[in-house]
T-cell receptor, first 115, second 113 residues
Framework: GNSVTQMEGPVTLSEEAFLTINCTYT??????LFWYVQYPGEGLQLLLK?????DKGSNKGFEATYRKETTSFHLEKGSVQVSDSAVYFC??????????????FGAGTRLFVKA | NAGVTQTPKFQVLKTGQSMTLQCAQD?????MSWYRQDPGMGLRLIHY???????DQGEVPNGYNVSRSTTEDFPLRLLSAAPSQTSVYFC????????????FGAGTRLSVL
C-alpha cells in the first residue's frame, strides 16, 4: 500500500539557517503530494502541494519538488524564522475505490528555530 | 469564516462510556474525514465520507462509528471508550477530489481513564 516516510525530529536550527526536511513515499498510482504545517494547539493547514512529477510547490518561502525518479518530496527553506517553529507533515493523496480519495500522512517533523 | 468547527475541545471519559465528537463545516464541502493523531505516528484515517449518506472505513475504524446525514455535519461516535482511544482527533473537509486539499478543525483532545 501507499506510505510516507519523513525524517525524524526534532530539528533545531538558528534563525536564518537553511532548512531541509526529507520526505520519501511509496505509491502504486500517481498521487498528489503535500506538506502541511501544524502550529501549537491548532489543526493542520496546507503549506504547499504538487500534483505531478517535476511540479514545484511553493509558499511563504518554502519549496518542495515532486521527484518521481527518487520518490521524494523534500521540504526546503533558505532562511528560517522563529515563527516557522511548528510540526511539518508530508502527505500523499490518491484516489480511493469509493470515488473519493485517501490521504496518508508521515509521522511529522518538529522544527524549533532559535533566535 | 468558521471553516471546520469541532466540539468539544477537551474531553475526559471513563472506560466504557460513549460519546460523540462533533464536526461541522460551512464551506459546502463534499468530502469529510476523521483522523486521530498519536505521538510519532502522524495522522491516521478513521472514517471518511464522500457525500451525504456515504461513509467508508479508513485505517483504524474499530471502536468508532460515523454517519453523514447532511453535507455540513460528520459526527464521530465512540461506542465504548477504551484507554487506547486516548488521542487528539481531527476532522477535515475538502471541496473535491481533483484538488483534495484538506481543511482541518482545531482538534478534540480526548483522554480515556
Amino acid at each position: 500500500g501507499n506510505s510516507v516516510t519523513q525524517m525524524e525530529g526534532p530539528v533545531t536550527l538558528s534563525e536564518e539557517a537553511f532548512l531541509t526536511i526529507n520526505c520519501t513515499y511509496t505509491a502504486t498510482g500517481y498521487p498528489s503530494l503535500f506538506w502541511y504545517v501544524q502550529y501549537p494547539g491548532e489543526g493542520l493547514q496546507l503549506l504547499l502541494k504538487a500534483t505531478k512529477a517535476d511540479d514545484k510547490g511553493s509558499n511563504k518561502g518554502f519549496e518542495a519538488t515532486y521527484r518521481k525518479e527518487t520518490t521524494s518530496f523534500h521540504l526546503e527553506k533558505g532562511s528560517v524564522q522563529v515563527s516557522d517553529s511548528a510540526v511539518y507533515f508530508c502527505a500523499l493523496s490518491d484516489l480511493a475505490d469509493t470515488g473519493g480519495f485517501k490521504t496518508i500522512f508521515g509521522a511529522g517533523t518538529r522544527l524549533f528555530v532559535k533566535a | 469564516n468558521a471553516g471546520v468547527t469541532q466540539t468539544p475541545k477537551f474531553q475526559v471519559l471513563k472506560t466504557g462510556q460513549s460519546m460523540t465528537l462533533q464536526c461541522a463545516q460551512d464551506m459546502n464541502h463534499e468530502y469529510m474525514s476523521w483522523y486521530r493523531q498519536d505521538p510519532g505516528m502522524g495522522l491516521r484515517l478513521i472514517h471518511y465520507s464522500v457525500g451525504a449518506g456515504i461513509t467508508d472505513q479508513g485505517e483504524v475504524p474499530n471502536g468508532y462509528n460515523v454517519s453523514r446525514s447532511t453535507t455540513e455535519d460528520f459526527p464521530l461516535r465512540l461506542l465504548s471508550a477504551a484507554p487506547s482511544q486516548t488521542s487528539v482527533y481531527f476532522c477535515a473537509s475538502s471541496f473535491d477530489r481533483a484538488k483534495n486539499i484538506q481543511y482541518f478543525g482545531a482538534g478534540t483532545r480526548l483522554s480515556v481513564l
